[in-house]
């Protein structure tokens, strides 16, 4: 108001300045202006004013500009992952972004920013501790200009540790002179713990390369080897040099033993494994285990990992397993009785042609069968007492029993019971003879002894005859152990021999008991 205004110009007398006020031009546009007095000597008996108008307008624009402009930038350097801070030539912090608290491990309740960063241990990645001269404030104010400084960082009162990349250059005025420094600080530690970790599987990588008594080739789809371990060139007997220059054509033949087809496969599902033998250089061959697999190099480039295993041991081993399978199936067809190979429960296992001739089943009828199933005497329970037997006998044991045909007739047999171990677990094998043809003979030999003793009695019993054969016959029988070269038996073409006979009425049943008899003595 102008009551205002004459105070203001009045009390400006003694110091020459009246302020900052709005003021309306001609137009009737308010200006800002800054509006000083000053006295000037006096005329005629007037006190006169000198009253200068400066126009801020465009100062107060250039200000307005300035501080939009801060804004901006103070919203933009919150809205970056980076930590970012300006100390001034004295190393206080006078500025940061929000990110320095979730970067630098720092909260309202650690004080002053320049007190925290006081506070926290730095350290370089050798372990090296940092002074403050060698701190990143002090080293920015001295001139220095540094980018993504790693420095391992731990508070001293928590014991947290992590790792903050730092960058940072000096600020200047017109003429050169340090004013002060602005830093970026960006939290590397999952970056740096990726790498530990990466590094440490490279090394265990190259370890396992270096040292694998396995043959590994490096290569590309198309056949160029890039590297190879040491195993390689002892495998193909060529230097690293050869192999790569030579390439897979001069170890692999990709056209033989069935790699086309296995090939394919690899293109179709990135995996590879068959058998091959190499071809040395000395001409030699080496039966193998080609194991390979594709993978993607760093650059984003096909590669495949080719692993050569020696299997010739191996492929030995088998070749005379096939060949002793073959003998041992050659023997089991040739053996002229039934074979049966069982395990502890009766399920049979393995059984050769005569077994399924004998009882009229397939050899796929009969495995998985058991024992029950034919023998028609079996008994679990009791069987795997006589199979414990079996396996610590020097010799097979014996035992007679029935089996059923398919047909569900029954036939006896007698059986030689073996066992031995495969695979850590007891196998028994029967060997079993049908025994009808031999029983009827034997019983067709004890009919003829009958006969035969019958024939003795009747000599007995006639009076012609009973003289000679009542004294004769008892000691006769007693001999029927000796053969016709006197060769002692006790069985004659399968048969226990009888050499029971009576003497004076006095029994015996054999030769020994017979020679104790005191008639014998007294003759």
């Known amino acids: 108001t102008a009551d205002a205004f004459q105070k203001a110009i009045r009390a400006a007398d003694a110091s020459g300045a009246a302020g900052i006020w709005s003021l309306r031009g001609r137009a009737g546009a308010m200006v800002e202006g800054e509006l000083t007095v000053h006295a000037v000597p006096e005329q005629h008996g007037v006190r006169p004013q000198l009253l200068m108008i400066r126009d801020l307008t465009s100062t107060r624009k250039a200000e307005a500009r300035a501080r939009s402009t801060e804004v901006k930038l103070k919203s933009a350097l919150d809205s970056l992952s980076d930590a970012i801070f300006i100390v001034n030539a004295e190393g206080k912090v006078v500025d940061r972004s929000e990110a320095c608290g979730p970067v630098l491990r720092y909260t309202s309740a650690d004080g002053s920013f320049d007190e925290y960063l006081a506070r926290v241990e730095r350290r370089d990645p050798d372990g090296t501790l940092l002074s403050r001269d060698q701190w990143a404030i002090a080293q920015a104010l001295r001139g220095e200009t540094t980018s993504n400084r790693e420095v391992h960082m731990r508070r001293s009162d928590t014991g947290e540790r992590w790792v903050v990349s730092y960058s940072y250059s000096p600020l200047r005025d ?20 990726s790498e530990r970790r990466s590094l440490e599987l490279l090394t265990r990588w190259r370890l396992l390369y270096e040292s694998s008594p396995d043959a590994i080739i490096l290569g590309t789809p198309a056949g160029r080897i890039i590297a190879a371990n040491p195993a390689a060139c002892a495998m193909f007997e060529r230097t690293e040099e050869d192999l790569i220059r030579g390439g897979r054509d001069a170890i692999i033949d990709m056209k033989s033993q069935g790699l086309p087809a296995a090939h394919e496969d690899f293109l179709k599902t990135g995996r590879l494994l068959a058998d091959y033998a190499i071809t040395r250089s000395d001409g030699s061959t080496m039966m193998t285990q080609i194991s390979l697999a594709g993978f993607t190099d760093a650059d984003g480039s096909a590669r495949v990992a080719v692993i050569f295993r020696d299997i010739s041991a191996r492929w030995e081993a088998e070749l005379a397993t096939k060949e002793s399978e073959l003998r041992y199936h050659t023997l089991l067809e040739q053996v002229g009785d039934a074979i049966f190979a069982n395990d502890f429960e009766g399920r049979i296992i393995e059984v050769n042609h005569r077994a399924c001739e004998n009882l009229g089943y397939t050899r796929e009828e009969l495995i998985g069968m058991t024992v029950m199933d034919i023998d028609v005497d079996f008994d ?38 073996g066992s031995f171990k495969w695979r850590g677990e007891y196998l028994y094998i029967a060997e079993v003879r049908d025994i009808t043809e031999r029983l009827a003979a034997e019983e067709a030999v004890r009919e003829a002894d009958r006969r035969f003793r019958q024939i003795f009695e009747q000599h007995r019993e006639n009076p012609t005859c009973a003289g000679c054969h009542a004294r004769m016959d008892p000691y006769g029988f007693a001999l029927e152990n000796y053969s016709g070269i006197g060769e002692w038996r006790d069985k004659d073409n399968g048969i226990a021999v009888d050499a029971s006979g009576d003497i004076n009425g006095r029994k015996f049943r054999t030769h020994r008991q017979q020679q104790k008899m005191p008639e014998i003595g007294r003759a």
């Open 380 to 417: 679990l329970a009791r069987s795997q007492e006589v199979f414990r037997q079996s396996e610590v006998a020097p010799q097979p044991i014996t035992i007679y029993g029935h089996e059923r045909r398919k047909d569900r007739t029954i036939f006896p047999v007698e059986v030689r019971l």
């Open 174 to 193: 017109e003429g050169g002179v340090v004013i002060g420094a602005v830093f970026s600080a960006r939290d590397i530690t999952t970056l740096v713990e």
